[in-house]
């Protein structure tokens, strides 16, 4: 991602320091620069930059509210293209599985950003009300979830609790794909043993 050099003038400040903390992040990781340094790189004085964020935290909560807004709607793009081909007949498991791959790919894109959104910073935008514009990754999640359950892809008695296996299989296998074993896989391979657990996720969702 390439960061502007030219001086800040007017508009959305907040947003610009945001858009610059997120590039930094992807560039040298998010402990590794200072909320000035990022005031530097938009053209503001450190003062300006205080004025909308108190300290580096808050700034670091506001790129996770960004990253989580971007995995939302990759998840909605997946999920709105999505049709049912090959073993796939039913439309209900091809959003679900395109969904999980949205969330895969932006942690393969973006593990600097995926790091940051599930540590602190990530948990304090999730635990604010309202921090996020938009439906959350979970929320998206439990839509496609009732969507098997009205397809009868997965029987209604399964549907308490599914979100939690769910989503523990589809983030394990993300965080193996952005800094585990899993990332030294080819891009098939990879694709691979995707669709293997994806598999394996719905059938036991199906009982």
């Not at 959350?136 to 359950?149: C, F, K, Q, S, W």
Request: overall charge positive; aromatic content about 6%; glycine content about 10%.
């Amino acid at each position: 991602m390439a960061l502007s050099k030219a001086p800040y003038h007017h508009g959305d400040l907040r947003n610009a320091l945001v858009d610059a903390g997120l590039g930094l992040i992807e560039q040298v990781g998010a402990e590794a620069f200072s909320l000035r340094e990022v005031a530097r790189e938009v053209g503001v004085s450190a003062n300006a930059a205080y004025r909308h964020f108190v300290d580096k935290g808050a700034l670091l909560t506001a790129i996770a509210v960004r990253g989580f807004e971007r995995l939302s709607a990759k998840m909605q793009e997946a999920m709105l293209a999505a049709r049912p081909r090959g073993a796939v007949k039913s439309r209900a498991v091809a959003r679900f599985n395109a969904a999980a791959c949205a969330y895969v790919n932006l942690a393969r894109e973006h593990p600097q950003l995926f790091g940051l959104m599930f540590g602190s910073a990530g948990r304090a935008c999730l635990a604010a009300e309202g921090a996020l514009v938009g439906p959350t990754p979970g929320a998206l999640l439990g839509r496609v979830l009732d969507e098997l359950v009205e397809e009868k892809a997965m029987p209604k008695r399964h549907r308490e609790g599914a979100e939690i296996r769910v989503w523990s299989a589809v983030h394990g296998f993300a965080s193996l794909a952005h800094s585990g074993p899993l990332a030294q896989l080819s891009p098939k391979a990879r694709a691979d043993a995707l669709e293997a657990l994806l598999l394996f996720v719905v059938a036991g969702l199906r009982g």
